[in-house]
């Protein structure tokens, strides 16, 4: 890709680490950052919008995307699909967009492989005890789908190494902040400042009469 290009960034945490919180203040803060939506072979439920919460797509086809390679990663999950179309990410990065993909570690790692010059970040929160209340605290499962979201947080967590950032969600506008700066870093890197400041460098440079 060249400097022109927007950076890939992949985001994962295990479930109620505040995630998809801090992602959607990010997006009404920062116009130049996107989220990648999945394709996903699973049943819209209510409520949804296909397009806007997933891509909703046969077997079949997800299938085809698979055998073709346009697919950056994916996975099954009870025998549902899910995985993020390569094309769509790469024309949204070629308009100099920033994405950012809400995967796993498992599915970090397929991209990394494929886009090693990916962000990859994993936001934490700040003890086991808060991520339980957190959980609890939606009053949406039961104490045996807790037990079984604690263990795979667990599995989650486990892998942080496989990331460049860690972001704790302890104080959410210091989470935000430090979130911010992952992006704000990337851009002020000299690739990206002399495209943007090119008519600045040139004039700087110039021997003048």
């Known amino acids: 890709m060249s400097n022109a290009s927007g950076a890939l960034y992949i985001l994962s945490a295990p479930s109620g680490a505040g995630k998809t919180t801090l992602v959607k203040a990010l997006l009404a803060q920062d116009k130049n950052v996107c989220v990648s939506v999945s394709h996903t072979t699973r049943a819209m439920r209510s409520g949804e919008e296909d397009g806007v919460d997933y891509n909703f797509v046969t077997q079949q086809t997800f299938t085809q995307l698979v055998d073709q390679q346009l697919m950056l990663e994916h996975a099954t999950v009870f025998e549902k699909s899910y995985g993020t179309s390569r094309q769509w990410v790469e024309a949204s990065l070629a ?115």
């Open 95 to 209: 308009q100099g967009k920033d994405v950012i993909l809400e995967i796993d570690w498992q599915g970090r790692d397929q991209v990394l492989a494929i886009f090693p010059q990916a962000i990859a970040v994993t936001i934490l929160p700040p003890s086991s005890l808060a991520l339980q209340e957190r959980l609890q605290g939606r009053a949406t499962d039961s104490d045996a789908v807790i037990a079984t979201r604690m263990a795979e947080a667990h599995s989650e967590i486990s892998h942080y190494t496989g990331s460049h950032f860690l972001v704790i969600n302890d104080e959410f506008d210091k989470a935000l902040d430090d979130l911010q700066c992952i992006f704000a870093c990337r851009r002020l890197k000299t690739p990206q400042q002399a495209l943007k400041n090119h008519q600045l460098l040139s004039e700087l440079l110039s021997t003048g009469d």
